[in-house]
Nanobody, 129 residues
Framework: QVQLVESGGGLVQAGESLRLSCAAS????????MGWFRQPPGKEREFVAG?????????????VYADSVKGRFTISRDNTKNTMYLQLNTLSPEDTAVYFC?????????????????WGQGTQVTVSS
């Protein structure tokens, strides 16, 4: 089992920044890929960004992003702390959502939530105009 705990959400104004963290514990060596998803109010959960983890030996890109956040958000990880980060810059009200981190123990698309076996509880990001 893997446990994921997000932190770092909050209320900010448009144009400001936040950094979200996702601390992983348990059988973290079983993880292949990690991702960030978000669920805006009244909408479906959507992919934000993904990153390869320790089990992934695929030769493709290390990180991937949704078009809506490319150039504004940056995903990264600290292997020594088993922690994943999402730096959110130039935030807009459209970024308001609950942000979830997720982990998967198999290869497959970063983009589909169905492939992720482990989820955090979510952290709220609210951007005021």
């Amino acid at each position: 089992q893997v446990q994921l705990v997000e932190s770092g959400g909050g209320l900010v104004q448009a144009g400001e920044s936040l950094r979200l963290s996702c601390a992983a514990s348990g059988r973290t060596l079983s993880l292949y890929r990690m991702g960030w998803f978000r669920q805006p109010p009244g909408k479906e959960r959507e992919f934000v960004a993904g990153i390869k983890w320790s089990g992934d030996r695929w030769s493709g890109e290390d990180t991937v992003y949704a078009d809506s956040v490319k150039g504004r958000f940056t995903i990264s990880r600290d292997n020594t702390k088993n922690t994943m980060y999402l730096q959110l810059n130039t935030l807009s009200p459209e970024d308001t959502a609950v942000y979830f981190c997720a982990g998967r123990t198999t290869y497959g698309s970063f983009y589909s939530a169905q492939g992720y076996a482990y989820w955090g509880q979510g952290t709220q990001v609210t951007v005021s105009s």
